[in-house]
């Protein structure tokens, strides 16, 4: 498909014999390329890409050992470490295909995705902010000693799970335990694996939520990833010998996609970071001379307005990437005088497109930086849309859509919401409203669908109500997003009582955050009688909107 760009605005995607295959290739070619350059660095554990490639080859032996099938789904729902990172890529060499999960789910969010997204594997960790993520699966879906054919009885389709740190309970094994097995499986074997995976063939299913409620799995490939985050390194200007602090999780598209695979495929150096401490984050870019530190507009402004800032040496930054929220001009100047950050880059994208869609460049100027998401990345089209399909003239309002290698190949086993999605002639939907400007630069300005964004991650007022209602106290409930000076946008929940049932807004809070990934959880609940509502029933979401932001102001 050919890319519509503006006059003297030339398809900038890096060339050469670079192979758009998987990541398979990617790190036995990195291997061979690398040798001894640290590909990964975890406190006390350095692994050189040689050695990365090795202990793949033995993950995806342990894999076939474990009777991991190509196309069958393992998940993965702990922290970044490096054990993240090989566990990753030994599936992907065996053919699997991952689905992550969100270390802030609560048990039954996570049995959720589990569950529909068939997972055969689960590789967690028992011991992360004083939570034992298996422990809180089986309290939600079911202990194993009801049913001891299962790790979790709930759960039907999970054979196994894998304890990468942290104490084995009963019913689980160790990381080191899955390891060890691989060694009855011939080497011949997995490199037969190895060679067989296309760049056609799916990589992950990263699920999503939306307005429905329900979290949809977005399945992408090999190929499709590998060519998103090139161009998108290439844009950046991430380079060999670059180190990078990954502070984005690994669940998230931002830390796997442009953090595992754009540092594999560039030669650089990641270290994970489990946990944003601010603190930590400082010391860690002085003591080990970061110069890559991308992450939501909150991490800078939180490292800018830290007491003890100019104690540490950050002078080793070199390039940013930012988005996900409103940045104000001022905070791109600061993070150039302050921080040393010669690049700083803001983008738009979302998880149906791969994660990346748009992206401003090296040279734009602060104001452009800081109000616009930038220009299609190459080998994308995008455009700004009316009612009727056609696109709109440059500088008027219409719903963004894209199309080029980085759309989705579908939402897992539902062809409805696919085809509601993508259209008949390839266009992906966005749901988001943006201006696009003569340059081909898009400022998005308003979402069609329900969705604030917390902390630079999606979340969608129709699953948080669907969540409250399981409150025995609460008969009706209403979200809404209202801006945050730290958060970007916190959410705020309307909600109507059951006749005669009793119930106090702190309450309800400490309730949703028992209940729910933190991000998600409502920061106030306002009960009232009754929400307002139009002539067809709906609620009227922007009057609870406008409430929420006059409660918030007074």
Not at 194 to 209: C, E, G, K, Q, W
Not at 397 to 411: F, I
Not at 466 to 486: F, T
């Amino acid at each position: 498909m050919a890319t519509e760009l503006p006059p003297g605005i030339s398809d900038d995607e890096p060339r050469g014999d670079l192979r758009w295959g998987t990541t398979s290739t990617l790190v036995t070619d990195q291997a061979a390329a690398l040798g001894d350059h640290p590909a990964i660095v975890d406190g006390e554990v350095t692994i050189t890409y040689a050695d990365l490639a090795g202990r793949v080859e033995h993950a995806c032996r342990a894999f076939v050992a474990a009777g991991l099938e190509p196309g069958d789904r393992a998940s993965i729902w702990a922290p970044n470490t490096w054990e993240w990172v090989v566990a990753v890529l030994g599936l992907h060499a065996a053919g699997g295909v991952l689905v992550p999960l969100n270390t802030r789910f609560k048990g039954a969010e996570a049995g959720y995705v589990l569950e529909t997204s068939g997972a055969r594997l689960l590789f967690t960790v028992t011991d992360f902010l004083d939570t034992n993520y298996v422990a809180s699966l089986r309290d939600a879906m079911g202990d194993p000693t009801d049913d001891g054919a299962r790790p979790v009885s709930g759960l039907r389709s999970l054979e196994q799970i894998v304890v990468l740190r942290g104490a084995v309970v009963e019913g689980t094994v160790a990381w080191s335990t899955f390891l060890e097995a691989g060694g009855s499986v011939d080497p011949a074997v997995a490199h037969g694996r190895m060679a067989a995976v296309s760049s056609d063939d799916l990589s992950d299913i990263l699920f999503t939520s939306g307005t429905t409620g329900k979290p949809k799995g977005v399945m992408t490939a090999h190929g499709q990833n590998l060519r998103s985050f090139s161009a998108w390194a290439h844009v950046v200007g991430l380079r060999h010998g670059d180190r990078y602090l990954i502070v984005n999780p690994f669940f998230h598209a931002f830390g796997y996609k442009a953090g595992i695979l754009a540092t594999l495929m560039t030669g650089a150096t990641m270290y994970p970071q489990a946990v944003f401490d601010v603190p930590t984050v400082m010391a860690r870019v002085a003591a080990d001379r970061i110069t890559m530190l991308p992450g939501p507009p909150t991490l800078y402004q939180t490292i800018l307005h830290h007491p003890d800032l100019t104690t540490f040496d950050m002078g080793s930054l070199r390039l940013a990437v930012t988005g996900a929220a409103a940045i104000p001009v001022e905070l791109i100047l600061q993070m150039r005088d302050r921080l040393s950050f010669e690049t700083i880059i803001t983008g738009y994208g979302l998880t149906e497109a791969c994660g990346i869609a748009t992206m401003c460049r090296f040279d734009d100027d602060p104001e452009t930086i800081a109000t616009t998401s930038g220009r299609a990345i190459p080998g994308v089209d995008v455009r700004c849309i009316g009612d009727e399909g056609a696109e709109v003239p440059r500088g008027e309002p219409g719903e963004v859509v894209l199309r080029g290698y980085n759309v989705m190949a579908g939402y897992f086993d539902d062809p409805g919401e696919t085809a509601a999605a993508i259209d008949g002639e390839g266009w992906l939907h966005t749901g988001d409203i943006g201006v696009m400007d003569e340059r081909g630069y898009i400022k998005i300005t308003d979402r069609m669908k329900d969705m604030f964004i917390v902390g630079g991650f999606n979340a969608y007022p129709a699953e948080i109500e669907n969540l409250m209602l399981a409150h025995p106290a609460i008969a009706q409930a209403a979200v809404v997003g209202v801006s945050d000076e730290r958060m970007g946008e916190v959410g705020v929940a309307f909600v109507v009582l059951r006749p005669g049932a009793e119930a106090m807004p702190a309450d309800l809070v400490a309730w949703c955050r028992e209940t729910m990934a933190n991000y998600k959880a409502p920061r106030r609940v306002e009960i009232v009688d009754a929400l307002p509502l139009n002539a067809t029933g709906k609620v009227l979401k922007y009057e609870l909107r406008a409430l929420a932001e006059a409660l918030a102001q007074g």
